[in-house]
Nanobody
Framework: VQLQASGGGLVQPGESLRLSCAASESSFGILTMGWYRQAPGKQRELVAALTSGGSTYYADSVKGRFTISRDNAKNTVYLQMNSLKPEDTAAYYC?????????WGQGTQVTVSS
């Protein structure tokens, strides 16, 4: 199973971005889909997650600004990021926890700077 992440870029504070992560397969027993981020010199942290049952988790730092969603037909998970702040600058990684294993996409860089 391969995960292809996209959508990162350079934006100004207050602007929005939508990250996408497409899975190469549809039937591998997805349990949870999530987005992590890692800023230089910091540990990777969970930003948002969506379970197969529809429950969501958001880090306190992004609550009210980020939204995770999933398009089952496209095997894709999204992270809509609004009101971006400089502290959101990081490499963002999608993750899928499945019955077949734990899978990571390549990072996509998000830089928020004026």
């Amino acid at each position: 199973v391969q995960l292809q992440a996209s959508g990162g870029g350079l934006v100004q504070p207050g602007e929005s971005l939508r990250l996408s992560c497409a899975a190469s397969e549809s039937s591998f027993g997805i349990l949870t889909m999530g987005w992590y981020r890692q800023a230089p010199g910091k540990q990777r942290e969970l930003v948002a997650a969506l379970t197969s049952g529809g429950s969501t988790y958001y880090a306190d730092s992004v609550k009210g600004r980020f939204t995770i969603s999933r398009d089952n037909a496209k095997n894709t998970v999204y992270l809509q990021m609004n009101s971006l702040k400089p502290e959101d600058t990081a490499a963002y990684y999608c993750n899928v926890q499945a019955t077949l294993g734990n899978f990571w996409g390549q990072g996509t860089q998000v830089t928020v700077s004026s």
